[in-house]
């Protein structure tokens, strides 16, 4: 079975230009996770969907960052415009739905690093 | 969420079982404990879990205290693959809170 999966492995841009990262999760797992780790800090989550839904937003930094998830599959996190202090590894995570508490394990993907100049 | 302390770095001798402590004193009756850990700059990956109950798999035990106010993660034979960074997370809602975690260094 293939884990998560995230598309690019590495990206460089430049300050105020506009980066979409994809994440593929496990088939089948209704729950999607982004997560991010910007210089020296710790890991923090960013969103949860749950198939096409939002089901948690909270730890969005700003309203530069856009993430979609349309028809409960893969799921793409923009950036727009980006700045020096995005950079960082981004990792995105799934997990089944259970309906239970507190849910099933999530499942890393690699991240995507991503480098703003 | 409970806020959770670990040691910011540890070493395990090649071969010998590995105590990684956690303490979580502000921990609610219904979080969970979980710990993953994060080898090089790899995704992070999930260890195991409990609420009350001593848990163990494949990967390693975790021993919670009766009152839940810490828990010890046991690696048995640690192995060189085992370097990383461990993190114990109170989970209340979906959404995991990782810390500094604790850098385990495995020496041959």
């Known amino acids: 079975e293939a884990g998560v999966t995230q598309f690019p492995s590495h990206s460089v841009i430049e300050k105020g230009q506009t980066v979409t990262l994809r994440c593929d999760p496990i088939s089948g797992h209704d729950n999607l996770y982004w997560y991010r780790r910007v210089m020296g800090k710790e890991i923090k989550f960013l969103l949860h969907f749950v198939k096409e839904s939002k089901q948690d937003e909270s730890g969005m930094p700003n309203n530069r960052f856009l993430a979609e998830r349309t028809g409960g599959t893969y799921s793409t996190l923009k950036v727009q415009p980006a700045e020096l202090e995005d950079s960082g590894v981004y990792f995105c995570?799934?997990?089944?739905?259970?309906?239970?508490?507190?849910?099933?394990?999530?499942?890393f993907g690699p991240g995507t690093r991503l480098l703003v100049l | 969420d409970a806020k959770t302390t670990q040691p910011t770095s540890m070493d395990c001798a090649e071969g010998r079982a590995a105590n990684l402590p956690c303490n979580h004193s502000t921990i609610s009756g219904n979080e969970y404990v979980y710990w993953y850990r994060q080898i090089h700059s790899q995704g992070p990956q999930y260890i195991i879990h409990g609420l009350k109950n001593n848990e163990t798999n494949e990967m390693a035990s975790l021993i919670i205290t009766e009152d839940r106010k810490s828990s010890t993660l046991i690696l048995p034979h640690a192995t060189l693959r085992d370097t990383a960074v461990y993190y114990c997370i109170a989970l209340l809602a979906n959404n995991l809170f990782f810390g500094t975690g604790t850098r385990l260094t495995v020496i041959p």
């Open positions: 995570a799934s997990s089944q739905s259970t309906g239970l508490f507190p849910g099933e394990t999530q499942y």
